[in-house]
């Protein structure tokens, strides 16, 4: 198998990835990770399909519309089996073979995550870790045939955070973290025979929907807008696009099982001790 090397082009990312094809699951609106890695794409050249399901369809309908060029929108609930043998079966039906697919999928009920970890529920915890951790490994499974199938090699990047230190009010989301990355140095192990990298992106605190949910996210916010040494700001999800970008392209062709920070570089130093680097 030989990979290509991605090239300069016009669009802004500098990659070239005419004929590609991707699968973006998780965007909701414009302030999405998703949303913007799948304008970023597009604005490279390549072909994408979004993900949904339910009500939150009508949100990704919307977002979609917004984009270079509107996407076709596949069914997917990550907690429903037999779904992902019908997005498998779809995207043979529409592509045969497939680039790469960035897992931008998670949820925790509210009683697992601001603040009261030790009463947090089986329940909850559970439903936040089949969400955020075991959907990667059911993404992956259902479509690592189309990954293998093209002369490059597939990519599968997914979105965490910082889940090395336990962060305050993020709970058992931040155990579904942990346990996300576990789930990629595995799948890594097991789909690298084949040719399929699998790799995670640690983004900083983003206003994102999902971050609406956690109490804590002003405070932990600032901390980085006040320590990561590249600074942050957390109001820019294109702060995290390019890291995106790289591993889905040819450029990673020999990554996999890493999480590459796109954090400002704050999880590399002991904050909060001294003054700020500015």
């Not at 592509?95 to 790469?100: H, M, P, T």
């Not at 931008?104 to 969400?131: C, E, K, N, R």
């Not at 951790?133 to 059911?138: I, K, N």
């Amino acid at each position: 198998m030989t990979a290509t090397t991605a090239t300069t082009t016009g669009t802004g990312t500098g990659l070239d990835l005419t004929g590609r094809r991707y699968l973006v699951t998780g965007v909701t609106n414009r302030e999405s990770i998703a949303w913007h890695v799948a304008a970023a794409l597009q604005r490279s050249g390549a072909e994408i399909l979004l993900s949904s399901f339910g009500r939150a369809a009508r949100i990704t309908r919307k977002a979609a519309k917004q984009l270079p060029v509107e996407p076709g929108l596949l069914e997917l609930d990550v907690t429903d089996e037999a779904a992902f043998a019908a997005l498998a079966d779809e995207l043979t039906h529409r592509w045969g073979e497939l680039d790469g697919v960035l897992h931008s999928v998670a949820y925790a009920p509210a009683d697992a995550v601001g603040g009261d970890f030790l009463a947090t529920p089986a329940a909850s915890a559970m439903t936040g870790f089949q969400v955020s951790a075991y959907s990667l490994q059911r993404l992956a499974a259902a479509l690592a045939p189309l990954l293998a199938k093209g002369a490059r090699g597939g990519s599968i990047v997914g979105l965490t955070v910082d889940s090395s230190r336990a962060l305050p009010g993020y709970d058992w989301m931040g155990v579904s973290k942990a346990a996300l990355e576990a789930v990629a140095r595995y799948l890594a192990l097991n789909l690298g025979p084949d040719g399929v990298r699998v790799n995670l992106v640690a983004a900083g605190p983003l206003e994102t929907l999902s971050a609406k949910g956690v109490g804590t996210f002003d405070a932990l916010a600032d901390h980085y807008e006040r320590w990561a040494p590249l600074g942050w700001d957390r109001t820019d999800p294109e702060r995290v696009v390019g890291a995106v970008l790289f591993l889905l392209s040819d450029l990673a062709a020999s990554t996999t099982g890493q999480v590459l920070h796109a954090d400002g570089g704050l999880h590399a130093v002991a904050a909060g001790i001294g003054q700020p680097p500015r």
